[in-house]
């Protein structure tokens, strides 16, 4: 499989803002997009859905739970210290300071269908069942690559 191109959009920024915030402030996006502007190398970062979540471990207020019906690490805003430690304690550095008010940033999946993956229209986001094949796997399966991705149509 070869790599699947971010492009950079941001797409999948504004889909998740709006879906958690009902506006496009980038603020409350759960997943962000690190755009290398000289090499091209942008990728998206967004939380793992860690088995052994070291920010569930480090949040003083138990206030991170797990969702029994979408699997998706999520905080209990009500419980919540607004303390930090777990964007601090995230080793892949997937979840965003949003406000005061509102805590940490954290993707919950949208409630099992990702709005990110539906607006990635590169395939650069996927969101796959762990008994999937391409489970694990990188890059973007042959049946899909194109060589006129994301160049328009052919004059």
Known sequence: MNPVPCTGCLSCEAVCALHRAGDQDRRASAIRVELDIFGGANGPSCCRQCDEAPCVIACPAG????????????TDAGACLRC???IEACPYDALFWWSESRGPARCDLCGGLPACVE???FGAIRYLDEDDPLFGETGMPEAEQSTDAGRGAKC
């Open 63 to 74: 206030a991170i739970v797990r969702n029994t019906k979408t699997g998706a690490w999520e």
């Open 84 to 86: 930090g430690v777990c």
């Open 119 to 121: 607006a990635c229209r």
